[in-house]
């Protein structure tokens, strides 16, 4: 294989479901260059990176990469170790919590590099990208130009032969992004071996790279160096080369779009006015003085990085925010309390498509047209008009989510133009869609605005778009750095085109710290001897605690920097063992008696006594009639009632054996049956005392005894078994829902990436995310013990070592079970809600929390005895009330042990290292 | 078209408010029906809704029960006598299990391992002694951290023994037979079936945990989806959005627990539900709108789905075990019944349904509980409204 070509991919094809994500796609990557793979959203270029950075399992073909078979786990492990990948989305496999040092060091730490190499390498890196004032600061609030260099700082930390970006510089403003080509460009200065591969949408910047696969629809439809490719097309941009290279049928629909002049207004109201306009978060200031007027019919551009204040700007125009300050109007009319009317006048579409997934494309146009009050003679035309206009006919009883961007934004504006309102205001409306669809999309808001006189207020990261607005406004960190027509911009700042006026502008801000212009990777080299500059690096150790380390430190340091979980964790399980300690209790008291004594003589009253002394009951007024009592016990008013019939005085002397009828209540079957134990245990009771009364001291010596030992819990309470057993639910509950977050939390924001990345084992990882869990988890062990001596009284009888070692070893068993399940969901309420109900029926039900396991049966007994619960209870409820130690409990503990080990084994099987 | 006034709305007084109430009605109406096409796109929570109210019920009725059933009982016979095996076969299913007969050495390793929750020891010369008319004693070893049977057992088995004693003696000795006749009718639940209780409590649980998942999760999705923002640029008020999921999903709930209550409680498992179902379902209604009012309360607490299973357990579990369903409300502290009644829902439900499905009471009886539930529903919505404001426009 030669060593000019870095990836070599064969019959590749890729597909989810039904769609067809690769088709077919043969491409040999040259190594030593600046690679970029073009086109717009959802053509597979995202697809085609994973696989080329072996984070996605190959479904067909072949791909070669740095001369390794990516199809071999063993070979992609040791190609893996020399590859970088960088997932698409700002900072997406960043942890936002960490700060920058932290978030590089980790980095480190999963390559092997000792703490001296680190720390020299982040100094060069930060230097380098200009990271350097900030490395204390957290990722999150970073801007998204400097999350992106924290994410190449990361990407870059283990010297790659490979680094593969996948649309690094998305969301990105232009300064970012100009300082962020130029820092690559310095790093292959200094290390001209190393490959780069890059995905972007953006063709402007695609113009710089020396080699070009542009895609389109899963197949790769030109190959070159960029002067090739315009060439091949006869154009002289990519973004009208790419245009021109696409199929005929598509092509066929694209028209250019042309911007008509706007006609003469001269109405003295604009349609938007911003005076002063400000929005504080705490004491972060979004938007800071803000003032802007627009014209009736203008189409007016908002550009500047993600994160700078457009989108909260437009919310107040919108009225869904509050300004802290300042003052908004519409026509005149102000934003604050304009209320349901100005709605009326207001077209919004929001960043992230945001109609209803769930709804088809005609019933979200229906419920937007109800919801305005269209009336109702007109809503049927209305709709056909807009699915006509708007090209949606063919989809118009589709699910909106199974459409491509361009059709769902198209839908959007539909949506937002339904009610006819004056105003536009749209949010990155053209973000992901490709160039054709843009372009129709440009066209009919260039109608809406020339032919209809709708004022238009978008935002945009498009340079070519922002070309045609009336005028712009660049906005950066909150501020509104110039407003103006495009062509007046770039002539003020005495610039060729608007997008070197906006960098001249950023640049005079200083919003960020520009780089160095030194080659990075010599300092890094010269800096950090270890393996950088050796052509092949040592293949990494299959089992490294150096990297299990990493993963432990950093999710403890996650966990502590999050407040949700953190109370949730050591709160919660304190909050249910006293709610559970006071509220389950099955000591029944207080029961209300009542008295039905129809014969009222000295013998009923006696009978009587005996029940009301009785420390169980509580007495209520007597009953005196039978319908009484039938209202009493409807009403719950009463839970027995006593009947004593007539005569019955004069019976019990006749030795006529009289017969008394004791009513209780059996709407709660449990307290039921225990107040008739109670009532025969009173009857015993007072048949003794009445023969003993008849018959004389004598007949004592007769009766036969029957003595009640209760054995480890003499008073009998119910919390002397209820607190070891809610121990028992909290133990398992708890941390498995924890751990359970934990795996899954790292696939919905992205950073699981840096699992399929890098050379990490599964088991590195389980058990790395697992141990900051068992330790969270004894903590809150400690806290109920405590809790439970303090508040409840109840104490450690027997072995204290015993009842740690059982606890440790049921903890791991939990987080385990916890990580099993979050192995194969995919979203945290998911992992959440399948943890507590799978979890919680066992625990709560067959496991000795309410009936004992010796009383369980068939698959009850089988199902209690397959999970941990029914082992731990044992080993608690001994320990506390029993006064047991290891030698009676090491059975249980073996069991506790296997399960953990069952646990960890099952999860490894289950997670993949590679997305399908 | 670009006319800035909207034609046909002039703001006249007088007539604005019914017909602000007319607009109102209706855009709830919409939106309701916009939260039913949702709820039925979702599969995964549908099936939920199933098992929730079938599989779900029926496991717990017929599986947990806390009723003493299957007692593990030992047997130390040193006796070995008519009397003695007798006692043994008295101990007869489905009240306990076979009984074991075991050695006096195997009683304490046998107790501490949890084999047995009774060990009945009778002595030597047993039968003997008693047909002497001599002083003898039986010893029944109780494992008092057995809650839920050690009460109950004991009663079982003392009376078992009590009667074969008296038997025994009964031929010799007449005038040791009791002097009264004691007897013990339990109302509404006769033979105080387990599965009558925990089938009804568990439509409740099921009630409680599906409305305030549903109505949470469908706020939260809007919020994460970003088309809460969407509506609310729309001539629509937060209030109608609330009202709009808590009916809707309320509808769902209500619609499952009733079917649940007829096939599931009444046909498949046999339990007699004596009284009005449609007082239940009133009822049943005013909770759900209670429980919903709570999900969309807990919906503007947590910001992502996952934050907001992590509130929503404990918050579920409490409710549910501190309600009544679980174990008798006069068996908790004073000060903690106060405080559930006060803040919680669920147990003026489950008065509510106790009194009307076992006792058979009308609405004169339990006007009470309907009016608590309803006030602490109005008090959940109105703290959920100020919360969504504040969280749907900024702090």
């Not at chain 1, 054995?711 to 119910?718: E, G, H």
């Not at chain 1, 015993?802 to 194969?824: D, I």
């Not at chain 2, 002694?129 to 088995?157: K, L, S």
Request: with cysteine; net charge neutral.
């Amino acid at each position: 294989m030669s060593e000019t070509v870095v990836a070599r991919l064969t019959g590749m094809s890729h597909r989810y479901g039904a769609t067809v994500a690769l088709d077919a796609v043969d491409l040999a990557v040259p190594a030593g260059r600046m690679v970029g793979v073009i086109g717009p959203d959802g053509v597979g270029k995202s697809t085609l990176l994973g696989l080329v950075a072996g984070v996605r399992r190959l479904q067909q073909g072949e791909v070669q990469v740095l001369g390794g078979d990516m199809a071999d786990a063993e070979q992609r492990r040791t190609r893996c170790a020399r590859i970088a990948y960088m997932p698409q989305g700002l900072g997406r496999n960043l942890y936002p919590t960490l700060s920058v040092f932290e978030n590089i060091d980790f980095f480190g730490r999963l390559f092997g590099q000792g703490a001296a190499e680190r720390r020299a390498r982040i100094d060069v890196l930060a230097r380098a990208t200009g990271l350097d004032p900030f490395l204390a600061r957290p990722a999150g609030k970073l801007s998204g130009g400097m999350k992106q260099k924290l994410g190449l700082c990361c990407a870059l930390m283990h010297d790659p032969d490979l680094l593969v970006l996948d649309e690094p510089t998305t969301g990105v403003d232009p300064l970012s992004r100009r300082q962020f080509w130029d820092l690559i460009g310095s790093i292959r200065a200094g290390r001209p071996q190393m490959s780069v591969i890059v995905a972007t949408a953006y063709m402007e910047e695609a113009e710089r790279f020396d080699w070009l696969a542009a895609m389109d629809d899963g197949r790769v439809i030109a190959r070159g160096t960029p002067a090739e490719v315009l060439a091949q097309a006869g154009r002289a941009s990519l973004e009208a080369a790419f245009i021109a290279l696409l199929p005929e049928a598509k092509r066929a629909r694209h028209q250019p779009v042309t911007v008509r002049p706007r006609p003469d207004t001269d109405d003295a109201t604009p349609a938007i006015v911003a005076e002063g306009l400000t929005r504080r978060f705490g004491s972060f200031v979004a938007v800071d003085h803000v003032s802007f007027r627009i014209g009736r019919g203008e189409i007016f551009g908002f550009l500047g990085s993600n994160g700078c204040g457009k989108t909260t700007t437009m919310k107040m125009l919108t009225g869904l925010l509050p300004a802290s300050d300042g003052r908004a109007a519409l026509f005149g009319m102000p934003v604050e309390g304009g209320g349901i009317e100005l709605r009326r006048n207001v077209g919004y579409m929001s960043q992230a498509f945001s109609l209803y997934g769930e709804l088809t494309v005609r019933q979200n146009l229906d419920l937007h047209a109800r919801l305005y009050h269209l009336p109702a003679d007109e809503i049927g035309s209305r709709i056909a008009e807009l699915l006509a206009r708007y090209d949606l006919a063919d989809v118009a009883d589709a699910h909106p989510d199974s459409l491509p961007l361009g059709i769902k934004q198209r839908l959007q504006l539909a949506v937002a133009v339904l009610h006819r309102p004056a105003i536009l205001i749209l949010d990155e409306p053209t973000s992901g869609v490709d160039p054709i669809a843009r372009d129709a999309f440009w066209r009919t808001l260039i109608d809406l605005s020339r032919d209809e006189g709708v004022t238009i207020f978008l935002s945009t990261h498009f340079m070519n778009e922002a070309e045609r607005c009336d005028r712009v406004s660049l906005m950066h960190a909150g501020k509104v750095l110039a407003v103006g027509a495009p062509a007046a911009l770039a002539r003020e700042r005495g610039t060729a085109s608007l997008e070197d006026a906006f960098v001249s502008w950023l640049a005079e801000a200083g919003g960020e710290p520009a780089p160095k212009a030194a080659p990075v990777a010599s300092e890094a080299e010269t800096a950090a001897p270890a393996p950088s500059s050796a052509p092949a690096p040592a293949a990494p150790r299959r089992f490294d605690p150096g990297r299990l380390w990493a993963y432990a430190r950093r999710e403890a340091m996650e966990l502590l920097r999050d407040p949700i979980r953190l109370v949730f964790a050591f709160l919660g399980p304190l909050v249910l063992l006293l709610a559970f300690g006071y509220g389950i209790s099955f000591d029944v008291e207080n029961l209300r008696f009542a008295a039905f004594d129809q014969d009222r003589t000295p013998e009923s009253r006696a009978l009587l006594e005996s029940f009301s002394g009785s420390r169980y009951f509580s007495e209520a007024p007597p009953v005196t009639t039978a319908t009484e009592m039938e209202d009493r016990f409807r009403r719950g008013d009463v839970t027995l009632v006593v009947e004593i019939p007539p005569g019955f005085g004069r019976a019990l002397q006749e030795s006529r054996r009289p017969e008394i009828a004791v009513w209780i209540d059996g709407a709660m079957p449990f307290r039921g049956e225990t107040t008739r134990s109670y009532v025969a245990g009173l009857a015993q009771s007072y048949i003794r005392d009445r023969t003993l009364e008849r018959l004389g001291p004598n007949a004592a010596a007769a009766t036969v005894e029957i003595e009640t030992r209760f054995r480890y819990n003499q008073a009998f309470k119910s919390v002397v078994a209820m607190v070891p057993s809610i121990i028992v639910l909290m133990l398992i509950l708890i941390p498995a829902i924890m751990s359970a977050v934990a795996v899954v939390r790292e696939k919905e924001t992205g950073s699981i990436a840096n699992f399929q990345a890098t050379p990490t084992s599964a088991v590195e990882f389980l058990v790395g995310k697992q141990l900051p869990y068992v330790a969270v988890a004894m903590a809150s062990f400690a806290a109920l013990a405590l809790v439970s001596a303090l508040v409840f009284g109840v104490t450690v009888h027997g072995s204290a070592a015993t009842l740690t070692l059982g606890t440790l070893l049921y903890v791991f068993a939990t987080t385990g079970f916890g990580q099993l399940v979050s192995s194969f969901t995919r979203t945290q309420v998911a992992a959440v809600f399948a943890t507590a109900i799978i979890a919680v029926v066992p625990a709560v039900n067959f496991s000795g929390l309410l009936v004992p396991v010796a009383s369980l049966s068939g698959g009850a007994r089988v199902l209690g005895l397959g999970f941990p619960a029914a082992w731990y209870q044992p080993v608690s409820v001994g320990t506390f009330a029993k006064g047991l130690g290891l030698a009676d409990l090491w059975p249980n503990l073996m069991v506790l042990a296997a399960f953990a080990l069952l646990y960890l084994a099952a999860a490894r099987l289950v997670l993949r290292k590679q997305e399908s | 078209m670009a006319d800035p006034a909207p034609a046909d709305d002039p703001p006249l007084r007088g007539s604005t408010s019914l017909r602000g109430l007319r607009v109102r009605l209706a855009n709830l109406a919409r939106l309701t029906i916009k939260e039913l096409r949702s709820i039925r796109a979702d599969p995964v929570m549908l099936l939920l809704v199933v098992y929730a109210f079938t599989i779900n019920i029926y496991t717990v009725a017929t599986g947990a029960s806390i009723e003493a059933t299957n007692l593990a009982v030992a047997i130390v016979d040193e006796d070995r006598s008519p009397l003695s095996r007798r006692i043994a076969d008295g101990l007869t299913p489905p009240l306990f299990r076979p009984a074991t007969v075991i050695g006096a050495a195997e009683i304490d390793p046998a107790m501490d391992a949890g084999r047995f929750v009774f060990v009945i020891e009778i002595p030597p010369r047993f039968e003997a002694d008693v047909r002497a008319g001599r002083r003898t004693a039986v010893q029944i070893d109780v494992d008092a951290t057995a809650i839920t049977q050690a009460g109950n057992g004991t009663a079982y088995i003392r009376t078992i023994v009590a009667d074969q004693i008296a038997e025994t003696k009964a031929g010799r000795e007449d005038g040791a037979a009791a002097p009264i006749d004691v007897v013990v009718r339990a109302r509404s639940n006769p033979n105080l079936k387990s599965s009558w209780f925990t089938s009804v409590m568990q439509v409740i649980n099921s009630i409680t945990m599906l409305t305030v998942i549903l109505t949470g999760a469908a706020l939260i999705r809007e919020r994460e989806q970003g088309t809460v923002e969407h509506l609310l640029v729309m001539p629509v008020v937060p209030s109608e959005i609330m009202l709009s999921k808590i009916l809707a999903n309320g509808f769902v709930t209500l619609a499952a627990a009733g079917l649940s209550l007829v096939v599931v409680v009444g046909w498949w498992l046999g339990v007699p539900l004596g009284g009005s179902l449609a007082l239940f379902l009133a009822g049943a209604a005013v909770y759900v709108f209670t429980s919903g009012a709570l999900g969309i309360l807990l919906g503007t607490v947590a910001n992502t789905m996952g934050q907001y299973g992590l509130l929503a357990i404990p918050v579920l579990l409490v409710t549910q075990l501190l309600s009544g369903s679980a174990t008798p409300l006069e068996s908790m502290p004073a000060w903690l019944r106060i405080v559930m009644m006060t803040v919680s829902p669920t147990p003026h439900f489950v008065l509510f349904a106790q009194g009307v499905l076992y006792r058979g009471a009308g609405l004169g009886v339990v006007w009470p509980s309907l009016l608590a539930m309803a006030a602490i529903g109005a008090v959940y919505l109105g703290v959920a409204l100020r919360r969504f404001r504040r969280v749907v426009f900024g702090g």
